[in-house]
């Protein structure tokens, strides 16, 4: 099972908005509703921000927003912050002896 | 308050063994699916193990790199997951997080282990 596609990097001035987009196929995002998307800030433990497509744990500001269409999901961060300049990896369930396959990471740079 | 807390993470060398543990606080470990998620330096996340919860059996499974030589074990009466594993190589040396699995996204993540496989 090969890793989802995503963009290198993404960037965006405060106040802005950025979409990061996670690419992968029919049997994992094409096939399920389970997309999940984390932020990771440098030397820091991966914090979830989207889960079930479209869904927010509580806590987490609803600035944060995902979608899916097809094979490919996408999270968008509105009015960036300075705070929001990290990594960002998307994940999908993949099914049967693959549980779960992430995606290759963005790093999101606020200008 | 959940918390998942790992340890175990060691230098070790490349062929041999080593046991990760991750203590589990504040929720009922059986009713959910838990992972171990790891991170080479520099690089991404990669699932590497899951363990089912109760509802579903109870069963395991694990990434094609590390199935035959990685284990991933359940004990909730003290509470704990474990990843036991065998035949390490250099290409195993990541940080390696115990995960609450939810809904397919994993919640609560513990601090993380490091692991360095030397060759």
């Known amino acids: 099972q090969s890793a989802l596609t995503q963009p290198p990097s993404a960037s965006g001035s405060p106040g802005q908005s950025v979409t990061i987009s996670c690419t992968g196929t029919?049997?994992?995002?094409?096939?399920?509703?389970?997309v999940s998307w984390y932020q990771q800030h440098p030397g820091k433990v991966p914090k979830l921000l989207i889960y079930?497509?479209?869904k927010r744990p509580s806590g987490v500001p609803d600035r944060f927003s995902a979608s899916k269409s097809g094979n490919t999901a996408s999270l968008t961060v509105s009015g960036l912050q300075a705070d929001d300049e990290a990594d960002y990896y998307c994940s999908s369930y993949v099914g049967g002896m693959t549980s779960i396959v992430f995606g290759t990471g963005t790093k999101v740079t606020v200008l | 308050e959940v918390q998942l807390v790992e340890s175990g993470g060691a230098f070790v060398q490349a062929g041999g063994s080593l046991k990760l543990s991750c203590a589990a606080s504040?929720?009922?470990?059986?009713?959910?699916?838990m992972d171990w998620v790891r991170q080479a330096p520099g690089k991404g996340l990669e699932w590497v193990a899951l363990?089912?919860?109760?509802?579903?059996?109870?069963?395991?499974e694990h990434a094609a790199s590390v199935k035959g030589r990685f284990f991933i074990s359940k004990d909730d009466s003290k509470n704990s997951v474990y990843l036991q594993m065998n035949s390490l190589k250099t290409e195993d040396t990541a940080v390696y997080y115990c995960?609450?699995?939810?809904?397919?996204?994993?919640?609560?993540w513990g601090q993380g282990s490091l692991v360095t496989v030397s060759s």
């Open positions: 029919s049997s994992d995002i094409g096939a399920y509703n389970f």
């Open positions: 995960v609450r699995e939810y809904w397919g996204g994993f919640d609560y």
């Open positions: 363990f089912r919860n109760i509802e579903d059996g109870s069963t395991t």
């Open positions: 079930e497509v479209t």
């Open positions: 504040g929720f009922t470990l059986s009713r959910f699916y």
